[in-house]
């Protein structure tokens, strides 16, 4: 669960963690759809900017309980998913066999395999952009489309954290808040070409932007 600077909200105390720790504490509770308002706007963006999965192959990033391998397959597409956290696998796997364990920065993907890559919310996870976007690039074909989205940049300032209570603990994934500009160059460096970029807002933060969503073409 997000947790945002809402009006009136009461300040809580978490106990900062680095992922993989915080990810196998929350995959217990972890189920395989969007289960708080920002998750249903990430996936309700993503989704809409994904192109046509009929017959194509299809790759989710970070794929956790396999939301985006569900969500790919029902529309068509031969979907795998990839994640670093065993825990997360193991919830993934009571939903779908075709995922394995595997980190972003060096996918065990075979290059120009892919028609379409979905990475949801995971690369506030990761120091340096640049290497992820990079082996995303490299597994697509050419024309293939990249569709990912983190929680916005600007939550870096407005004190935002990725925050879940799990066995009567009050947890905060320790993130890295990647600036719009280096998700841009990042792209660019990585031969993707942006032609989508959205930054949709929460009714609760009307102030803020609560996510990015980038779509790009190899």
């Known amino acids: 669960m997000k947790r945002w600077p809402f009006r009136g909200a009461r300040r809580e105390v978490a106990e900062l963690v680095e992922p993989q720790e915080a990810y196998a504490a929350w995959a217990a509770s972890y189920p395989p759809r969007p289960h708080n ?4 706007l990430e996936h309700e963006t993503v989704t809409r900017l994904l192109p ?3 017959g194509r192959t299809a790759l989710d990033v970070g794929c956790g309980s396999g939301r985006y391998v569900q969500e790919m397959a029902s529309r068509g597409a031969r979907a ?9 696998l193991l919830r993934a796997r009571e ?4 995922v394995a364990r595997g980190d972003a920065a060096t996918l065990p993907i075979k290059t120009m395999s892919m028609d379409a890559v979905v990475c949801g919310l995971v690369l506030a996870d990761v120091a340096d952009l640049a290497p992820a976007l990079a082996e995303m690039s ?7 489309v990249l569709v990912y989205s983190v929680v916005h940049p600007c ?9 879940f209570d ?5 947890l905060a994934i320790a993130s890295h808040w990647h600036p719009a500009a280096q998700h841009r160059s990042a792209c660019a460096a990585s031969g993707l070409t942006i032609d989508g970029w959205e930054e949709p807002v929460l009714s609760e933060v009307p102030d803020h932007p609560a996510l990015l969503v980038v779509r790009a073409t190899r």
């Open 37 to 40: 308002a920002l998750m249903t």
């Open 52 to 54: 046509d999965l009929r």
């Open 80 to 88: 795998i998913g990839v994640d670093l956290s065993a825990a997360m």
């Open 95 to 98: 939903v779908t066999r075709r």
């Open 138 to 144: 490299r597994v697509l074909r050419p024309g293939g």
């Open 155 to 163: 939550g870096a300032a407005a004190g935002w954290s990725r925050s």
């Open 166 to 170: 799990a066995g009567g603990r009050r």
